[in-house]
């Protein structure tokens, strides 16, 4: 299935039925008196996530969903059926906008996890509602209100707890399936990776995270360039980021400093918050290297950096680094749980 991650929809509630204006006639009975029902309200639309559902390539056709009408109210103070609620499926992770005003509705992050995007139009009332001691025959009935309609713009972002940035080619596909069961399209050109891909890194005995593999960014993503605009926003929800860098690229003039610094450049325009997350430097595609020349790269590169954060060596190819690195986003995604935990107490 193709990965989707914007969609516009409309969504319109169901109408409320209208009252009924009837009058009590029967053998021997005189002046019966008003017995008109009350319509029935019409239906809510839902928006409800499901984490088996990991695209939003199903609004690509259906577009316009609708909730069923309430029924009108009948004689002998019969009320109308009510119309049925109506759920509309999304994946986890879905950011729902209204279009007219731009407003954000909210955040299915959930399964299970409902949001009324559509409120339902109220039914109306029948003349038995409006009888009195001075007016035995009312003739007045109201009718149902018409039911909520919206343009909607759905934006899923990936839920992940760890998002792998850096050039194409930098090694991030191959990474990911090193280290999970992904198993995302491999080659040696640029922007292989066409879509987010997810993997679940398990460490040991219900130890497991998940990581995102995002398309390559280039200089201009931000604006517009390449693949990456499209895909940025799925990173922030990462907890944290591992920046990639090929330190035996193929083009002798490549620099990996100033690569890097092209890639910190682009999260910094997209997002202050995206800029701020924890970030990890890791030297990739050690194979191609000697120990002594990974070891004269990765002190010429911090030194040109100043980076004196997390630093790791790895070759996706053979595996070299991976369990390590593993292992320490487990602690350090642990860490951060517990942390969390303790400023919600």
Not at 1 to 19: C, L, P, R, W, Y
Not at 104 to 120: F, I, S
Not at 214 to 219: A, S
Request: aromatic content about 4%.
């Amino acid at each position: 299935m193709k990965f989707v991650d914007e969609a516009t929809i409309s969504v319109q509630a169901g109408n409320g039925g209208h009252g009924c204006l009837s009058f009590r006639r029967e053998k021997f009975i005189e002046k019966g008196g008003p017995d008109g029902g009350d319509g029935g309200h019409g239906g809510n639309v839902f928006l409800v996530a499901n984490e088996a559902i990991n695209t939003l390539a199903d609004f690509r056709v259906a577009r316009k969903f609708k909730a069923e009408n309430g029924q009108p109210g009948a004689g002998r103070n019969k009320t109308g059926k009510s119309g049925e609620d109506l759920e509309v499926i999304v994946p986890c992770g879905t950011v729902v906008h209204e279009i007219d005003t731009d407003e954000l509705l909210g955040d299915l992050t959930e399964t299970g996890q409902r949001m009324m995007v559509a409120e339902a139009g109220r039914a109306g009332l029948g003349n038995t509602r409006f009888k009195s001691s001075i007016n035995r025959a009312p003739r007045k009935t109201t009718q149902g209100t018409p039911g909520e309609k919206r343009h909607l713009r759905l934006e899923l972002m990936l839920l992940a707890d760890v998002g792998l940035v850096g050039l194409p080619n930098a090694g991030k596909s191959t990474l990911i399936r090193a280290m999970s069961a992904a198993r995302p399209k491999v080659a040696d050109y640029p922007f292989t990776t066409l879509h987010p891909n997810l993997g679940v890194v398990s460490v040991g005995l219900l130890q497991s995270f998940v990581m995102a593999d995002v398309p390559g960014l280039i200089e201009g993503a931000a604006e517009g360039a390449g693949l990456g605009i499209q895909f940025l926003k799925h990173l922030q929800r990462t907890k944290l980021l591992l920046h990639l860098v090929d330190i035996a690229p193929v083009n002798p003039d490549a620099d990996p400093a100033r690569e890097f610094r092209a890639i910190e450049k682009e999260l910094v325009r997209f997002s202050k918050e995206l800029s701020q997350k924890p970030r990890w430097l890791v030297l990739n595609k050690t194979d191609l290297l000697t120990d002594e020349d990974v070891g004269r790269v990765r002190k010429d590169l911090l030194g040109q950096l100043g980076w004196d954060g997390p630093v790791f060596e790895t070759s996706a190819v053979t595996g070299d680094g991976t369990e390590k690195l593993g292992q320490a986003l487990m602690r350090e995604l642990e860490e951060m749980a517990e942390v969390d935990s303790a400023d919600e107490v």
